[in-house]
């Protein structure tokens, strides 16, 4: 998978460069995939993201939904993608 890595039943998310809504697509398969292997808990990697828009916001969001609150987790944040978390009061993403 490009995206998304499985270690035990934790999915890393990690996006280089832009997170846009023309790769939503693919992360939703490979996040789906990552479910179906028994995935129940999130890790977001924004270490190599640089920017992202609303419907990478709206995919994070419903990850956040499917693995509840405790088993979710965002680190690495920085730049433009820290301050949209920021705007949208995300930041308690962050761990």
């Not at 490009?2 to 460069?17: A, F, H, R």
């Not at 693919?26 to 419907?55: H, L, P, R, W």
């Not at 419903?62 to 965002?74: D, G, P």
């Amino acid at each position: 998978m490009k995206y998304v890595t499985v270690d035990g039943d934790t999915m890393i998310l990690s996006v280089p460069g832009n997170y846009k809504f023309s790769i939503t697509k693919a992360i939703d398969y490979e996040v789906q995939t990552a479910y179906q292997n028994g995935c129940t808990k999130a890790v977001i990697d924004f270490n190599d993201t640089t920017t992202m828009d609303s419907a990478s916001l709206r995919q994070l969001t419903k990850i956040y939904r499917q693995v509840n609150k405790e088993n979710f987790s965002a680190k690495n944040a920085k730049g433009l993608v820290l301050a949209v978390l920021k705007q949208n009061n995300l930041e308690n993403w962050l761990r």
